[in-house]
């Protein structure tokens, strides 16, 4: 089945200490994004890519960065956790051949910072 | 811009029973909308989409949701619930040219019980 791919499901980080976060998909599709998801709280958008072009959230901390690679990779770098980075991080993917926005959601890494 | 206001944070309701989760949109463009159920620990999964056409639009699990243009609203529906309900749903809205964006309602935590 085509699908969207995280990597850690769960990990572990100490403060200050960098921790990058992977994400892989089968469907081909054009763009990828990068949530954070706090407790109880909505996804927030970190940032997205349309095949290699990079759109940064104007609220988006400098200390998260995002790699693509290719197509299928998409990585999320934080340069520095605090402990308010704890969060759940989602990745997403939506075929931009389409007029509506559906995204296609993986089952996210669940970040600890200690 | 687009914002989507989730009414209730919580609704308890008992196995077998109707259930509706409220969502109201605002937005100054035509729209897409979109409802995405999150399991504990997991990703967000599309549960069902209005992108044009009939109102009430069927989606998986049996939900269903009506789009009111007037009251702009896109309330979701299920006749009787099941315990395995149980989760967090999130109403999304994407305004129509607006680019590869989903705005996130704070969700509703649907909570079945025997």
């Known amino acids: 089945d085509a699908m969207v791919i995280q990597n850690p499901r769960y990990q572990v980080t100490q403060f200050g200490k960098p921790v990058t976060l992977s994400c892989s998909q089968t469907?081909?599709?054009?763009?990828m994004y990068w949530y954070q998801q706090k407790s109880s709280q909505a996804p927030k958008l970190l940032f997205h890519?349309?095949?290699?072009?990079?759109?940064n959230e104007a609220d988006t901390p400098d200390n998260f960065q995002s790699r693509r690679p290719n197509t299928s990779f998409c990585f999320l770098d934080i340069r520095s956790p605090g402990l308010g980075d704890a969060a759940m991080y989602l990745c997403?993917?939506?075929?931009?051949?389409?007029?509506?926005?559906?995204?296609?959601f993986g089952p996210g890494t669940r970040l600890t910072v200690l | 811009a687009q914002s989507v206001t989730q009414l209730d944070s919580q609704v308890p309701v008992f196995e077998e029973a109707p259930v509706e989760l409220r969502c109201n949109y605002s937005?100054?463009?035509?729209?897409?909308l979109f409802w995405y159920v999150q399991y504990p620990n997991q990703g967000l999964q599309l549960l069902l989409k209005?992108?044009?056409?009939?109102?009430l639009v069927k989606g998986i699990n049996g939900f269903e949701a009506e789009f009111n243009k007037s009251q702009t609203s896109f309330h979701l529906r299920k006749p009787s619930v099941h315990i395995s309900d149980t989760a967090e749903y999130f109403c999304?809205?994407?305004?129509?040219?607006?680019?590869?964006?989903?705005?996130f309602g704070t969700g509703t935590q649907l909570k079945v019980e025997l």
């Open positions: 999304a809205v994407s305004g129509k040219g607006g680019g590869n964006k989903l705005t």
């Open positions: 937005s100054s463009v035509s729209v897409y």
């Open positions: 469907l081909n599709h054009n763009v």
């Open positions: 890519y349309y095949d290699k072009d990079f759109n």
């Open positions: 997403a993917t939506s075929p931009h051949s389409t007029e509506y926005n559906e995204q296609f």
């Open positions: 209005y992108l044009s056409g009939s109102t």
